[in-house]
């Protein structure tokens, strides 16, 4: 049943109440309800999460500059600027409306509690379910903006009127590209190939076909009939990242190749993102055997059809964040496999420190410490922008599937009676069932599985693991990977780890004015490993 709009509320409480305050009292606590519509023009009924978020109009005004404000959304970076409230759809009609009550499901407070005042809003109609991860994009219906006071004794009409366009896999924008990558961008979509393959250990695991996508990059000159094999280096995007954006690191590979920036290898840039966030290449009870399937079906393929080095000593793994805690885990995992990882700010490698948690510790919580004080999340510039807690109600109002925390259960998780992932901690309150952490330390720890089973993975994995990690990391990822340092140190391994003074997440692979300079000066390495006797040397261009 719809709840009465604050105004009836109003005129109920007044008839039953003899005190006017009391009846002004009673009428602030009415829920914010919001009008949405799709217009009797729409192709078909519409479905999927219904989002509105608000902002307050004079920041939002003077932060565009000319005053006009083309969107309204969250972010992750200020999660508390904006708020949003959600609801299912399981059916809008054209010409129908329905009421979204934007108390029930709110972050970072319901709205008919925000402070009162001029609002920008817009409804969004997600029907992919795929907002935490992506945002909005195509297939996505959204309202125009909306100027409202908030809160208001009506409901304001929003009107679901532009679908969004689909994004075109080459439709990388130019500002994104460096001078090297825009000069040889069109070169670049000859070389580039397209990996679509469809996983048999994945689609018996799901009961359907599940591909696994991604881009072959061959390097300048490559003859496909020739003698030469080159090493391969397999990469994977962070968390938010997709076949889309991994385009433009294919484009970003070959252009430096081209002008020597790069040495001349084969690149396989890999796509893992999937409904549930980003599956990282990790065996899992919920999202399948994804590693097994990468080393035992795809490599095996792509090095029948291209000249890649099918030695340990010739195919290397790199990638950042996720990534970067995929290629760590797929190097400890399956050390015969590849010849070294470099790894960059990656996810947490020893649980002990989780982004800042001792997931550990006697009742431990990821929303506050024993004494009371939130655990941080995201910094910049020294100061705390984001709260543990501050993401993960974010996260559960954007929806269900996708996000961040989300996603770490569908890869960590033992899988519980509903089918789904088992929650890490509970969402209300902060605290850690210590169940699921026993599952996790046992199959997902990094740093754990090291320290037991070192001496049958030192012959293979002795001095193959490249780490580098900001000091300065906008998720405290440098603490997590001080402690996989002093474990790797204890067992008396050969790693090497590397933390950059003052660097974050976002600038840690700047160097100069290039802001490719570590991922390029990583692949020299790599190369160095897999071809001791080159001559080729690193040539340092500004792009």
């Known amino acids: ?52 978020f608000a902002t307050e109009a004079k920041a939002a005004k003077a932060a565009a500059g000319d005053g006009k404000v083309a969107e309204v959304d969250s972010s992750p970076f200020a999660p508390k600027q904006t708020a949003v409230a959600a609801r299912e759809v399981a059916r809008l009609a054209p010409g129908h409306k329905l009421l979204l009550d934007a108390d029930d499901l709110a972050f970072p407070t319901a709205f008919s509690r925000l402070p009162p005042g001029d609002y920008l809003v817009q409804a969004v109609l997600d029907p992919q379910h795929d907002y935490n991860y992506h945002g909005r994009n195509g297939g996505d219906l959204v309202s125009e903006v909306v100027a409202v006071h908030l809160p208001g004794d009506a409901a304001p009409s929003l009107a679901l009127t532009r679908t969004l366009p689909e994004r075109k896999l080459w439709d990388i924008p130019t500002r994104y590209m ?44 490559y003859d496909p009939h020739g003698d030469t094999t080159y090493p391969t ?71 029948r059809q291209y000249r890649m080095d099918a030695r340990p000593s010739g195919r290397f793994l790199t990638g950042h964040s996720s990534g970067g805690w ?72 954007l929806g269900p599937y996708g996000g961040q925390m989300a996603s770490f259960e569908w890869v960590f998780s033992p899988r519980g009676t509903d089918g789904r992932p088992l929650p890490m901690f509970d969402r209300d309150t902060g605290e850690v069932d210590p169940a699921v952490i026993a599952y996790w330390r046992e199959h997902y720890d990094i740093a754990h599985r090291l320290q037991r089973h070192w001496p049958e993975l030192k012959p293979d994995l002795d001095g193959k693991i490249h780490l580098v990690v900001g000091t300065a990391d906008t998720f405290y990822l440098d603490g997590a990977a001080h402690k996989l340092k002093a474990v790797l140190d204890g067992l008396g391994a050969k790693s090497d780890f590397r933390f950059l003074p003052d660097r974050t997440h976002g600038d840690l692979y700047v160097q100069g004015e290039d802001r490719q300079g570590l991922f390029k000066q990583m692949a020299w390495e790599m190369y160095a490993v897999a071809r001791p006797q080159s001559q080729l040397k690193r040539i340092a261009v500004t792009p």
């Open 1 to 52: 049943m719809l709840k009465p709009t604050r105004g009836a509320l109003a005129l109920l409480f007044t008839g039953l109440l003899a005190s006017g305050a009391c009846a002004r009292e009673a009428a602030s606590t009415a829920h914010q309800l919001f009008q949405v519509s799709l217009p009797a023009s729409a192709d078909a009924p519409a479905a999927g999460r219904l989002l509105v």
């Open 326 to 397: 995929a290629t760590l885990w797929l190097q400890t995992r399956y050390p015969k496999v590849f010849g070294g990882t470099w790894s960059t700010s990656p996810d947490p490698s020893d649980f002990h420190d989780f982004t800042g948690v001792d997931l550990y510790a006697p009742g431990a919580n990821v929303y506050h410490r024993a004494d009371g004080t939130p655990y941080p999340l995201v910094r910049a510039k020294g100061k705390v922008i984001a709260t543990f807690e501050d993401f993960a109600r974010m996260e559960r109002v």
């Open 233 to 303: 280096v397999f990469q994977t995007h962070g968390y938010g990242g997709d076949l889309s954006t991994q385009v433009g690191t294919a484009a970003m590979v070959f252009g430096a190749m081209a002008e020597k920036q790069l040495p001349p290898m084969i690149w396989v840039v890999l796509d893992e993102s999937s409904p549930t966030g980003t599956h990282e290449f990790a065996d899992s009870v919920n999202n399948g055997p994804w590693g097994r399937a990468l080393t035992t079906e795809l490599i095996p393929a792509l090095e």
């Open 178 to 221: 460096s001078q090297t990558t825009r000069k040889h961008v069109a070169q670049a979509r000859e070389q580039v190939q397209p990996i679509d393959v469809v996983s048999p250990a994945l689609s018996a695991f799901w009961g359907r076909p599940i591909h696994m996508r991604g881009w072959v990059v061959l390097p300048p000159g």
